[in-house]
């Protein structure tokens, strides 16, 4: 799904964390075919956060999205991020709503996330939103592109808590400036 985007200017960096499934296996073979891929490797401990780090800190683009093994994106996900955080230089932060499916392609959830948002709020608004709902109403990283320089200025992503390091990094982030809310599931 990462390969299928209707925005073509992207890299892609693939990071095998000691994994014994053949992944790293895999992505060289992708790399072969396609020059936006590259592949590296994690050394095994440090959990998601390490590799997250390694990824975002090894990525040349000024835009960041992490898209995890288990994701799909939409095939306009890239250019309608892309294009929001173009025309709104104040948002250091594009998410979009999503569908949980699960390990058969069923359907567990239609729509999630960002609730009643919708366009730019304020960064400090989100952050009381998510605060308030309890949860984490930006989704998993999939959902999310951020402004690679604010996730630098912010110190990367935060593991303080190893179960809120999405959120906590995009409360973070969202401490520089506004999220632009994408009402479609992408």
């Known amino acids: 799904s990462v390969l299928s985007q209707t925005f073509a200017d992207f890299e892609v960096i693939v990071s095998d964390h000691s994994s014994a499934d053949g992944t790293e296996s895999i992505a060289r073979d992708y790399a072969g075919r396609d020059d936006r891929v590259r ?11 390490r590799n997250w780090n390694a990824v975002s800190t090894a990525a040349t683009g000024e ?16 250019e309608l991020q892309v ?13 979009s709503r999503r569908r949980l499916i699960d390990a058969h392609g069923d359907e567990i959830t239609r729509e999630r ?3 009643r948002m919708s366009g730019r709020v304020d960064g400090v608004t989100a952050i009381r939103a998510t605060v308030l709902a309890g949860a984490n109403i930006f989704g998993e990283p999939a959902c999310v592109m951020v402004r690679r320089e604010i996730l630098a200025d912010a110190g990367w992503w ?13 409360a973070r982030v969202l401490a520089h400036g506004d999220l632009i809310a994408l009402p479609l599931v992408l």
Not at 41 to 47: Q, W
Not at 65 to 78: A, S
Not at 86 to 95: C, E, G, K, Q, R
């Open 158 to 170: 935060d593991s303080t808590n190893p179960y809120l390091i999405d959120e906590a990094t995009y």
């Open 39 to 49: 592949v590296m490797s994690t050394p095994a401990g440090g959990g998601a956060v």
């Open 113 to 115: 996330g960002l609730p």
């Open 63 to 78: 835009y960041l999205k992490l898209v995890c093994g288990d994701d799909l994106i939409h095939p306009r996900m890239l």
């Open 83 to 95: 294009q929001a955080l173009d025309a709104t230089p104040s948002a250091s932060l594009v998410a």
